[in-house]
């Protein structure tokens, strides 16, 4: 393999590779940008490296055991191929994770497995059904030293130890390049349903949320969109106000039950409405790719983490700056699209750090922005010293001469 040069984007044909290649550019004193197909490095700092460390030709699925609700992939493996495998299967990638190529302006389906552990990407289910770091069984991947390592296993209960499957989980490229990952799967649901509240405000739709994840009725999504933001929505679009949308999965006679029962605890917020399978399917997927801002590819995209009831008042905040908003997992999500390409960090962060009183409120990552707001802002939440210390120790044991992706997450690291 020939030593890349500045600008270059080197192409690893396998593991060996892609040790060869780091070892090298700790050796030179280099930096690499790890990236697969590429379609997620618009998001996190924007960073300069001496190359980009190619893994997309590191593809195909290596091990698929349906029996065992097992499957292991190279790490460039593009997820829509290990989801068409999974249809086939009757079963899914639980966490639901969600393609950002609509919001970041790429197409659909770009998306590969190792980008999807590498960010945590988790959609509608994940308040249920966890994140991607809690499918994470095991990988293959080489560390910023240039030394190949294995964690986990190909089985669930195989932790002892650290458990770096989930600890390298959402670390951007910046500790360790994946070369295979092996994920728990689970059946699929046979049919859904989802249940519609309509015209209720965002602090009325948060209890109506909060009663319906917290009864026995087993609630796999739970959103909200104001009236304005269902426009962008086709299975919403003729709604004429503001839609609370409750996901049933499962049999249909269980479905009915449960939807049933359901109607019966939320009658008193509203008028009540359903979708069918087809149109549940397209509204989930809509809110999961975060699809009602895909459209304007200049205005700044932040992604806030939040206590579910404490939600509305940072809408009510991103409203009076002239923004949209909508929330997912029960409120404890929203996705805000400002009215320009300024994201307002202070006003975000602002109300966020008031409405979580003495502790931070939660997190917010700007997730859309030109290359010169990611260069000069914290795109992550700023870390509280503790956490700050820690993130510096891991870098330095996984990449201490700073090779991969130095500073994608964090200034310095």
Not at 105 to 126: F, H, Y
């Amino acid at each position: 393999m020939t030593p890349p040069t500045t600008a270059d984007r080197l192409r690893a044909r396998d593991e060996a590779d892609v040790v060869e290649t780091v070892r090298w550019a700790v050796s030179e004193g280099r930096t690499l940008d790890v990236a697969g197909s590429g379609s997620k490095q618009a998001l996190g700092r924007h960073i300069q490296t001496d190359a980009t460390l190619d893994l997309s030709a590191l593809t195909g699925v290596s091990l698929y055991e349906p029996a065992e609700l097992v499957l292991s992939a190279k790490a460039g493996t593009p997820v829509a191929e290990i989801e068409a495998l999974l249809v086939a299967s009757n079963q899914m990638m639980a966490f639901e994770p969600m393609d950002y190529g609509p919001l970041l302006g790429r197409p659909r389906g770009e998306g590969t497995l190792g980008g999807l552990m590498a960010t945590n990407l988790a959609g509608p289910r994940r308040p249920s059904a966890g994140a991607a770091r809690d499918h994470a069984l095991g990988l293959r991947a080489v560390s910023g030293r240039g030394e190949a390592f294995k964690a986990g296993g190909r089985v669930v209960k195989n932790v002892t130890g650290y458990d770096l499957p989930r600890g390298l989980s959402g670390s951007y490229g910046t500790l360790a390049a994946f070369t295979e990952l092996t994920i728990k799967v689970l059946p699929r649901p046979e049919t859904l349903e989802t249940l519609l509240i309509y015209g209720l405000d965002d602090a009325t739709a948060a209890k109506a949320m909060s009663a319906a994840v917290g009864s026995f009725y087993d609630v796999s999504g739970a959103a909200h969109v104001p009236f304005g933001v269902t426009g962008h929505i086709p299975a919403l679009a003729l709604a004429g106000s503001s839609v609370t949308a409750l996901r049933l999965e499962g049999v249909p006679p269980s479905i009915r039950h449960r939807r049933e029962k359901l109607e019966g605890l939320l009658a008193g917020f509203g008028t009540l409405g359903r979708l069918e399978a087809e149109s549940s399917a397209a509204l989930w997927r809509a809110l999961r790719d975060v699809e009602p801002f895909a459209g304007d590819h200049k205005r700044a995209v932040w992604r806030v983490s939040t206590a579910p009831m404490k939600a509305s008042a940072i809408g009510v905040a991103v409203a009076e700056a002239g923004g949209a908003c909508f929330y997912d997992w029960a409120g404890g999500l929203i996705w805000i699209e400002m009215p320009d390409a300024d994201p307002r960090a202070e006003l975000v962060r602002g109300v966020l750090a008031a409405v979580g009183g003495p502790q931070s409120g939660g997190h917010a990552t700007l997730i859309r922005a030109d290359a010169a707001t990611r260069a000069a802002l914290e795109v992550f939440q700023p870390l509280d010293p503790v956490t700050g210390a820690l993130v510096k120790r891991m870098k330095d044991g996984f990449d201490p001469s700073r090779v991969l992706s130095p500073g994608r997450m964090y200034a310095g690291v």
